[in-house]
C-alpha cells in the first residue's frame, strides 16, 4: 500500500512539470513523463558513479570533481519546460547534454580505452528513444567530432590522461557496464510501455471507429427504410386520390359542357368550371408526388421511342400558348433546319420541358421574353435550353429550387403559387436519360435552364432511313 502512494506522489511530481496541453493518454505524455524523471534521476547515478571513481577508484584529479559538478546542470532542464520550453527542444538539449558530457568524459578516463566507452552507444539510443533519427544523428554527430579531436591528439603523439589508477581500471568498466546495461533496459522497457499503450490505444480507437460504422449503418438503413416507406405511402396515397379525382373532373366536365342537357342558373356552370380546374391542378400535383415517389423508390421504367426533338419542341411551345398570351410573354425558339432524332421516353422529356417553360412563363414578368433553343453539340449531345428575361435567382439558392417541395420566399414567387416540384422533377428525368440539367441565373437578370442529352441516344437520319427501308 505504502508503495502504491510513493508510486502517485511520483506520478503528480512528474506531472507538475509535464506541459498541460498534452493528452495524458499520448505517447507524447509518456515521454515527457519519462524525460522528467531521467533529468531528476540521471544526474544522481552520474554522481553516484563519479563517488565510486572519487572514492573507491582513488581518483582525485581536479577535472574529475569538474565534470562531476556538471552532472547537475540536467536537474534545470524539468524547469525550464516547466517554464514554456517546447518538449522536442528540451529532448534536444537533453540528447546534446549528454553527448557532450559522455564525450568529454573520455578526455579524462583514457579515450578508447575509458571505462564510458559504453556509453557512446547509449545516448543516440537516448536520442531515438525521444527524436527518432533526428536525435540519433545529434548524438553520433556530437560523439564522432569528439572522436575525431582525441584521435587528432593520438595522431600528434599527446597522450590522453587517465586519472584512474591502473588497479582499478577493470572495476570501473565493469561498474560502469553495469550502469549502461541498466540505463538502457529501463530505456527499452519505458519503449516498450509506450509501445504496448499506443497499441492498446490504437484497439480502443478500431473498436470506436467500428461501432461508430455500425451506428451509420443502422442509421443510414433506417434512413433508407424510412424513405422507401415513404415513397410506398406516397405511391399508395396518391393512386387512391388520382381515382376518385379523375371522377370530379369527368363529371364536373359533363356538368359545365352540359352533356346532357341544361342545368338551369349559369352560375352552376361557372362553379362546375371552377371544379374541374381546381381538380385538374390537384390531379397535376399529385401526378407529380407519385413521379417523385416512383423515381425514389427507382421503380421508373422509360417507355422509349423515336422522337424527333424539333416536333416536341413545337409541341410544347404551342400548349403554352394561351398562357403566354394572357400572360403578355413572347415565346420564340430557334431549332435546326435537320431532324434531331433520339431515342427517349416522349412523355418525360415533354414533361421536363413544360415543367420548364411554364415555371419560365410564371416567373417572368409581362412584356418579357422566353426562348426556346434546340443546338447540337459537335460530340453529337443535343442541348434543349430555355432562356427567360424574369425575375432570375439568386445563386445561392439555385440549388433550393432542385429540391422538392422547395421554393424561394419571394413575394413574386409567392404570388405565383404552386408546391415546387415541376423543376425538382425535371434534373430527374433528364439524368433517367444519362443527361445533366444545367441553370444560369441571376436576380434581375433572367434564367437559362440548359437540358443536355448524351450523344449515344442519337438516330441520325442515315440510320432512320435504313430502319424505315
Same mark, same amino acid.
Given at each position: ?9 511520483? &506520478? ?12 495524458? $493518454? ?8 519519462? @524525460? ?20 573507491? #577508484? ?21 524547469? &525550464? ?5 517546447? &518538449? ?43 527524436? /527518432?533519427?533526428?536525435?540519433? &544523428? ?44 541498466? #540505463?538502457?533496459?529501463? !530505456? ?27 451506428? @451509420? ?19 399508395? !396515397?396518391?393512386?387512391?386520390?388520382? =381515382? ?6 369527368? #363529371? ?25 380546374? $381546381? ?8 401526378? /407529380? ?15 422509349? $421511342? ?35 432524332? !433520339? ?22 414578368? !409581362? ?7 434546340? $443546338? ?15 425575375? /432570375? ?26 408546391? /415546387?416540384?415541376?423543376?425538382?422533377? =425535371? ?43
Amino acid at each position: 500500500m505504502q508503495a502504491v502512494l510513493t508510486g502517485r506522489k511520483l &506520478l503528480r511530481l512528474l506531472d507538475w512539470f509535464v506541459p498541460g496541453d498534452l493528452d495524458p $493518454s499520448s505517447d507524447q505524455y509518456l515521454r515527457a513523463r519519462v @524525460y522528467v524523471l531521467q533529468q531528476l534521476t540521471a544526474p544522481m547515478a552520474a554522481l553516484a558513479l563519479s563517488a565510486i571513481v572519487i572514492g573507491a #577508484f582513488g581518483a582525485r584529479h581536479p577535472l574529475v570533481f569538474v565534470i562531476a559538478a556538471i552532472f547537475l546542470v540536467p536537474l534545470a532542464f524539468p524547469f &525550464l519546460l516547466k517554464l514554456g520550453m517546447k &518538449l522536442r527542444e528540451a529532448w534536444r538539449l537533453s540528447v546534446s547534454f549528454w553527448a557532450v558530457m559522455a564525450t568529454l568524459s573520455l578526455f579524462i578516463y583514457g579515450g578508447p580505452t575509458s571505462f564510458l566507452f559504453p556509453w557512446l552507444v547509449a545516448i543516440p539510443a537516448l536520442g531515438a528513444y525521444y527524436l /527518432g533519427r533526428d536525435g540519433v &544523428l545529434i548524438a553520433t554527430a556530437i560523439e564522432l567530432i569528439g572522436v575525431a579531436l582525441a584521435g587528432v591528439l593520438l595522431a600528434l603523439d599527446i597522450p590522453i590522461p587517465n586519472v584512474l589508477p591502473p588497479e582499478w581500471r577493470e572495476a570501473t568498466n565493469l561498474v560502469s557496464l553495469a550502469f549502461c546495461l541498466i #540505463f538502457v533496459t529501463a !530505456m527499452a522497457l519505458s519503449y516498450a510501455g509506450i509501445y504496448l499503450s499506443a497499441q492498446r490505444q490504437l484497439a480502443r480507437e478500431a473498436n470506436e471507429h467500428q461501432r461508430t460504422a455500425a451506428q @451509420y449503418r443502422e442509421a443510414k438503413e433506417a434512413a433508407e427504410r424510412a424513405s422507401s416507406s415513404k415513397s410506398q405511402f406516397l405511391a399508395n !396515397m396518391s393512386h387512391e386520390l388520382r =381515382t376518385p379525382l379523375n371522377a370530379i373532373i369527368g #363529371f364536373s366536365q359533363m356538368i359545365s359542357t352540359q352533356m346532357f342537357g341544361p342545368v338551369g342558373s349559369p352560375r352552376y356552370i361557372e362553379y362546375a368550371k371552377d371544379i374541374q380546374d $381546381s381538380g385538374t391542378h390537384l390531379l397535376q400535383i399529385i401526378n /407529380g408526388i407519385l413521379d417523385l415517389a416512383k423515381i425514389e423508390a427507382g421503380k421508373v421504367e422509360l417507355l422509349e $421511342s423515336v422522337v424527333d426533338l424539333r416536333e416536341l419542341v413545337t409541341a410544347t411551345a404551342t400548349l403554352h400558348l394561351p398562357m403566354s398570351r394572357a400572360a403578355g410573354i413572347t415565346v420564340s425558339h430557334a431549332m435546326p433546319d435537320q431532324p434531331v432524332v !433520339m431515342r427517349v421516353d416522349e412523355l418525360r422529356i415533354k414533361q421536363a420541358l413544360v415543367n420548364v417553360l411554364s415555371n419560365a412563363i410564371k416567373f417572368t414578368p !409581362m412584356g418579357g421574353a422566353v426562348t426556346f433553343d434546340l $443546338s447540337e453539340e459537335p460530340s453529337g449531345a443535343v442541348r434543349l435550353s430555355i432562356s427567360d428575361t424574369g425575375i /432570375g435567382i439568386a445563386p445561392e439558392h439555385i440549388n433550393r429550387v432542385l429540391e422538392p417541395f422547395e421554393q424561394v420566399e419571394d413575394a413574386y414567387a409567392r404570388r405565383q403559387g404552386g408546391v /415546387g416540384l415541376g423543376l425538382a422533377l =425535371t434534373p430527374k428525368f433528364i439524368e433517367l436519360h444519362g443527361g445533366t440539367t444545367t441553370i444560369q441565373s441571376a436576380l434581375s437578370q433572367g434564367t437559362t435552364v440548359t437540358l443536355q442529352l448524351p450523344a449515344e441516344r442519337r438516330i441520325y437520319r442515315t440510320t432512320t432511313l435504313a430502319a424505315a427501308g
